[in-house]
């Protein structure tokens, strides 16, 4: 029998390294292009882009990938009832962005220059809705090479625009130049979508009986989309309230708000980045198990799914370790090359051999998501996020800074890994054995 588990995170593991590459050096090349006041400002309004694209996606690759595998519905009718849903909340979304846009820049960021960022960042939400999909199409079909292709021309696109149009925006001022970032998505997840379709086989014909709603469908996408986006939702509202919290305690506690935005930039655009390096090969792991566990699963071929389990968690840890101790030895030298700093050095020093166990997160979730436990996997994110920002905002009166957060983020960690482990022996390996 084939190991379709292992040729697709192989596959999926090449190009993300390839995309990680293009990648950097678009991060390389627009960082020195744009300067660091433009960095802080981009990495100060992600957490709320992270947040709204959660509720637009829907976590739908997760979904058609779990419905596509167990070949419960017509993929054409999982494809175009989830196409109705997604289209009808970014609307929702889009629209709620444009009439809180200046709340959320000047209230809760403390940064009215927020506000034009965020209408741009809404903007793209019905390309990468759209790409989700196709995505979450090919995952289900165990095909990983258009997703990788699709990935690869995306970054070349990208790159082609900032060296065409960043240039220019930089002379305009720092908004026009993050401004210019954001939108620049819509054209290259355009192109993500063009690939995606191309790939598509010839047999794959819409009629107008696909195109109408269809409630079954429609309500078993949304059955495992709800509790699945809710667990992410949790984590991305952690990440939207992580930098409020933190400014606004931190500035209570005598820090300036220029330590606080060249620290939490540092944090976010160097220390995590840079430890986050080996996560498409984490990402690939997940991708490829989360079909393969979901199909076992529906088959009631539990000594497979125990299989896939072992082989994912070994991998991981391997990989993880091994990219975790190369970051710990060489942080200096990687942030220099990188980025031409040194600036969060100190943080990657203590998070580093803690990472092993992050790099164990996707893969454990992918499981529980894959053997119907999404509400599972929302409760321990639940947990992990409320502990991590209480723990982060005492810690912070505590005077010791940016650290508040490194110390916030292993415990986090620990949560949960701890957790997801209890949850799957408890629902998992009590059955097999």
Known sequence: MKNKFLQATFILMVGGLITKLLGFGIRIIYTRMVGSDAINLYSLVMPTYSLLLTIATLSLPVVISKLISEHKTKSIKILSSATIITLILN??????????????????????????????????FPFVSLSSILKGYFYGKQKMAPHTISNIIEQIVRLALIFLIIPKLVNMGIVYSVMG??????ASELASILTFLVF??????ITK??????????????????????????????????PILLTNILLFAGYSMDFILNEYGAYNAYTISLLSMPSFFIAAISSSL??????????????????????????????????????????????????????????????APFFV?????????????????????????????????????????????????????????????????RAIKKELYSKIT
């Open 181 to 186: 970032l954001i939108l620049i998505s819509i």
């Open 209 to 242: 009986e696909d195109l109408k709603p269809d409630m079954k469908t429609s309500k078993e996408i949304l059955s495992i989309s709800i509790p699945t986006v809710s667990g992410r939702l949790i984590g991305n509202i952690g990440f939207f309230f992580e």
């Open 290 to 351: 989360l079909p393969e566990i979901s199909k076992f699963y529906y088959k009631k071929n539990l000594i497979m799914v125990k299989r896939r389990l072992k082989q994912a968690v070994i991998l991981s840890f391997i990989v993880g370790g091994i990219f975790s101790a190369f970051i710990y030895l060489f942080r200096e030298p990687l942030l220099s090359t990188l980025y031409n700093t040194t600036k969060g050095s100190e943080y990657i020093e203590i998070l």
């Open 200 to 205: 598509l086989p010839k047999k794959f014909k």
């Open 91 to 124: 609307f929702i979304v889009i629209t709620t962005i444009y009439f809180t846009k200046d709340f959320i820049a000047t209230t809760l960021l403390n940064d009215p220059r927020c506000s034009t960022l965020l209408m741009a960042m809404a903007l793209t």
């Open 357 to 421: 166990l992050f790099y164990l997160e996707g893969p454990l979730q992918s499981v529980l998501q894959a053997i119907g436990k999404a509400k599972t996997t929302m409760f321990i994110t639940m947990v992990a996020v409320i502990t991590k920002l209480v723990a982060m905002s005492i810690l912070s009166l505590c005077h010791i800074g940016m650290y508040s957060l490194v110390i916030a983020e292993i415990i986090d960690i620990f949560i949960i890994v701890i957790l997801c482990v």
